[in-house]
């Protein structure tokens, strides 16, 4: 009885999500608080559902913190000369974000359960940086940037071994963001980020922050 409430509790309160919950849960739409066991958290038309829940799940928290930090930094130096340039590759991680939103819908994945943390996390640090000044807040960009092409060229690799063929629209999605994120690392680095006053520094602990937030956003 306590092992079927447990994970019925759990998928309640930490996943509102209207499709599949975790391991042995399954939400039933429109059912309210109502669950049934899962026969499997594998396989949806022959796709690797665990592999594509981390993908999207992860994918999806880090285009989340991506916007907060463009519109904390946006908060600060809007009217700034650099705001326009802010703005620009703001608008390019909301069409990142509206994409993964789609996606997770399409594969039925659950967003992380740290949605909230990063919505504070990530403001804060775009704000930060950008009180540092305009350099500051390029180099918060060069260094979450290159942690998320890196990290977009990790997924890459890893869904060309799973079935390039099977996983083609999800890879040519990831490799546009990549190149797109790489644009942005770019842009960072044309305005002067390596200027900033301890710049290895800052760059090393906020990559050291990405890291940290893709292994349990991957996860939770
Ligand atoms: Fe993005
Ligand atoms: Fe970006």
Same mark, same amino acid.
């Given at each position: 009885m306590a092992a079927a409430v447990v994970p019925a509790l759990r998928c309640s309160l930490l996943q509102r999500w209207p499709y599949r919950c975790g391991p042995g849960v399954r939400a039933v739409p429109g059912a309210g608080a109502a669950l049934r066991p899962c026969s499997s958290r594998v396989a949806q038309d022959g796709i690797?559902?665990?592999?594509i829940d981390r993908i999207i799940r992860v994918d999806h928290a880090g285009e989340y913190g991506a916007n907060r930090i463009y519109a904390g930094q946006? &908060?600060?130096?809007?009217?700034?000369?650099?705001?326009?340039?802010? /703005? /620009?590759?703001w608008n390019q991680e909301k069409n990142h974000l509206k994409k993964f939103n789609e996606l997770m819908v399409a594969y039925r994945v659950r967003p992380t359960v740290l949605l909230p943390f990063w919505n504070v996390a990530g403001f804060v640090l775009g704000a930060g940086s950008a009180l $540092?000044?305009?350099?500051?807040?390029? &180099?918060?960009?060069?260094?979450?940037?290159?942690?998320?092409?890196?990290?977009?060229?990790?997924?890459?690799?890893? $869904?060309?071994?799973?079935?390039p063929e099977k996983y083609k629209?999800?890879? /040519?999605?990831?490799? /546009?963001?990549? !190149?797109?994120?790489?644009?942005?690392?770019?842009?960072?680095?044309?305005? !002067?980020?390596?200027?900033?006053?301890?710049?290895?520094?800052?760059?090393?602990?906020?990559?050291?922050?990405?890291k940290a937030a893709i292994f349990l956003s991957e996860r939770i």
């Open positions: 690797n559902q665990p592999v946006m &908060a600060v130096l809007g009217r700034s000369s650099v705001g326009p340039v802010i /703005q /620009q590759m $540092l000044g305009k350099k500051g807040a390029m &180099a918060c960009t060069v260094a979450v940037e290159e942690s998320i092409s890196e990290h977009y060229n990790n997924q890459i690799r890893t $869904l060309i071994e799973e079935d629209e999800l890879l /040519q999605v990831i490799k /546009q963001f990549r !190149d797109e994120e790489q644009e942005h690392h770019d842009i960072g680095l044309e305005h !002067d980020a390596e200027a900033t006053p301890a710049y290895s520094v800052l760059k090393t602990a906020i990559q050291l922050g990405c």
